[in-house]
């Protein structure tokens, strides 16, 4: 059974940081594009990063409102992912979620973790 | 980035009904677009993919259409389970965006 549960979330002060981890499990990991998806309370989705799989070299996207801020990687050797978050604003507050892109195209999300609020608040 | 616009954004509609929910793309997207069902307080599920493609486990209620820039996704008939919040998303190129989300509440 495919499982992913985050950590790492919290109360941080603008400006802060916070490093995010994705523990994977119930699929071989490293074969796997993983993505960053978040939620700002009472909103909808918002796509953050994605990390490609070994056959396509760990290349790495992002959202053009947390390039240079974020940084998305992996330990395929603990089956985690992880997102460190750098220069926090308010507008960074959500649930994070961890997610598991197909492996029929990649293009769709078929597992999701249970998420991780982050709020950034003075 | 390619904007995705659901409508309606709120439906209302009774158990054994037959709902659609359509999304837009701004420009055309091929196939590649997925649909989610999100309950209050838990994350996304995946629905649809390559836009009529089933998920595993999931109802055969549940199918979507389309391509370009047109789709729909459709309840044949609405169970007790089935009220939530639906949401469309795509990723012909980056970023994958999300259209705003339908929220299906009980007449």
């Known amino acids: 059974e495919v499982q992913l549960v985050e950590s790492g979330g919290g109360l941080v002060q603008p400006g802060g940081s916070l490093r995010l981890s994705c523990a994977a499990s119930?699929?071989?990991?490293?074969?796997?594009?993983m993505d960053w998806v978040r939620q700002a309370p009472g909103k909808g989705l918002e796509w953050v990063a994605r990390?490609?799989?070994?056959?396509?070299?760990?290349?790495?996207e992002y959202a053009a409102s947390v390039k240079g801020r974020f940084t998305i990687s992996r330990d395929n050797s603990q089956n985690s992912l992880f997102l460190q978050m750098n220069s926090l604003t308010t507008e960074d507050t959500a649930v994070y979620y961890c997610?598991?892109?197909?492996?029929?195209?990649?293009?769709?999300?078929?597992?999701w973790g249970q998420g991780t609020l982050v709020t950034v608040s003075s | 980035d390619i904007q995705l616009t659901q409508s309606p954004s709120f439906l209302s509609a009774s158990v054994g009904d037959r709902v659609t929910i359509t999304c837009r793309a701004s420009?055309?997207?091929?196939?590649?677009l997925a649909w989610y069902q999100q309950k209050p307080g838990i994350a996304p599920k995946l629905l649809i993919y390559?836009?009529?493609t089933l998920q595993s486990g999931v109802p055969s209620r549940f199918s979507g259409s389309g391509s370009g820039t047109e789709f729909t996704l459709t309840i044949s008939s609405l169970q007790p389970e089935d009220f939530a919040t639906y949401y469309c998303?795509?990723?012909?190129?980056?970023?994958?965006?999300f259209g705003g989300g339908t929220k299906v509440e009980i007449k």
């Open positions: 997610a598991k892109a197909n492996g029929y195209d990649w293009r769709a999300f078929d597992y």
């Open positions: 119930g699929f071989t990991f490293s074969d796997h594009y």
């Open positions: 990390i490609r799989n070994r056959a396509n070299s760990y290349t790495i």
């Open positions: 420009q055309g997207i091929s196939s590649y």
């Open positions: 390559a836009a009529s």
């Open positions: 998303q795509h990723l012909n190129t980056y970023p994958p965006t």
